[in-house]
């Protein structure tokens, strides 16, 4: 527990990723409070808190990727022992949201998974969200607490920033979707950007149609929100190098990483894959080509902004940079 301002404050892990609620943990100086998770044998989770909460503002870490129904059913039954043990208040920092790419309806008798999952997360008690590169923006309006959705492109900039290229640079949209994404990174960097136009025939399957840009002679930045199963990268970053980009780089906020993505990785001319921890990778999910950057100081500087009741918009910006490759 640490005591800020005269507020009783903890924080909390989950088994989706402790190593973030580590970094959080530095960044804030806020320790772990402890929590028991267990299972009977027919895998029902029970969890147990030996702390008063009491009256606390309690930060609950728990991003909810692989295994997505799992780690959802942790954290509401979570939410709902700290809502009936009297918590102040129940923040999560969820920074992968789970279910968030079935957001609309695409066909007449489809669920909204990512609605369904925000009315779970309210019914069981939570009273803010805090989480990072939503899939789609309109998740928050999903909300009738507060979110805050953060992003990692500045980490991203700033590590292509550190590498100085010499060459000319390009940013890449996979697809049309993340033209906006690339636009905006490219605004930052002041590179052009070019966008790959591709079909997707079935679920995690993509063929590229064409390139909309010039990439020859560049080195290109691949970017994209998240990776599941690197179908769509890696035959972007094959097209790239067909139609002349000197170098191909790849960029992520989450790094769902489902097989085949790492032998996909490893077997293209993708040279490095940055990425950051708002997923743990477990090894099987890890590769040479592959460099997490951690979260852990921006969610940090957000948990001690809301502590603090100030403003959290100035961590959502960052300005562009000043001069072409600076």
């Known amino acids: 527990m640490a005591v800020i301002e005269g507020h009783s404050i903890k924080l909390f892990s989950l088994s989706a990723n402790p190593e973030l609620a580590k970094d959080i943990s530095e960044a804030t100086g806020i320790p772990l409070s402890p929590i028991e998770l267990n299972r009977f044998a027919d895998g029902e989770i029970m969890i147990n808190i030996p702390e008063t909460v009491r009256g606390h503002h309690v ?3 728990q991003p909810t990727n ?10 509401l039954i979570t939410i709902d022992a700290l809502k009936r043990a009297s918590a102040k208040n129940i923040n999560i920092i969820m920074p992968y949201y789970g279910y968030s790419r079935q957001d609309r309806k695409s066909k007449s008798r489809q ?15 939570a009273t803010r969200v805090i989480a990072m590169d939503l899939h789609a923006g309109q998740i928050q309006g999903f909300f009738d607490i ?19 290229f010499k060459d000319d640079i390009v ?13 905006k990174m490219g605004d930052i960097m002041h590179c052009d950007i070019a ?3 591709k079909r997707r025939p079935a679920p995690n399957v993509a063929e590229v149609m064409g390139i ?17 199963t690197a179908g769509t990268i890696t035959a972007a970053a094959r097209a790239l190098v067909k139609a002349g980009a000197k170098e191909v780089y790849g960029a992520c906020t989450h790094p769902l990483f489902s097989p085949p993505a790492i032998e996909r990785i490893n077997d293209s001319p993708i040279k490095e894959l940055v990425c950051t921890n708002t997923i743990m ?3 099987y999910k890890k590769s040479d080509k592959v460099v997490q950057l951690s979260v852990g100081k921006l969610l940090g500087k957000g948990v001690m902004s809301i502590i603090h009741n100030e403003s959290l918009s100035k961590l959502f910006e960052y300005e562009a940079l000043t001069s072409k490759g600076q």
């Open 59 to 61: 930060f609950l870490v």
């Open 66 to 75: 692989e295994p997505v129904n799992e780690n959802i059913m942790e954290l």
């Open 111 to 125: 669920p909204i998974s990512a609605k369904l999952v925000a009315n779970l997360i309210q019914t069981a008690g």
């Open 146 to 164: 507060p979110i805050d959705n953060f992003r990692a492109m500045p980490l991203l900039v700033n590590y292509f920033v550190d590498k100085r």
């Open 171 to 183: 940013i890449v949209a996979p697809d049309h979707g993340g033209a906006v994404r690339a636009r």
């Open 195 to 197: 966008i790959i136009d």
């Open 212 to 228: 909309v840009g010039d990439v020859k002679d560049k080195i290109a930045i691949l970017i994209d929100d998240i990776i599941d």
């Open 281 to 283: 990778l477990p090894e």
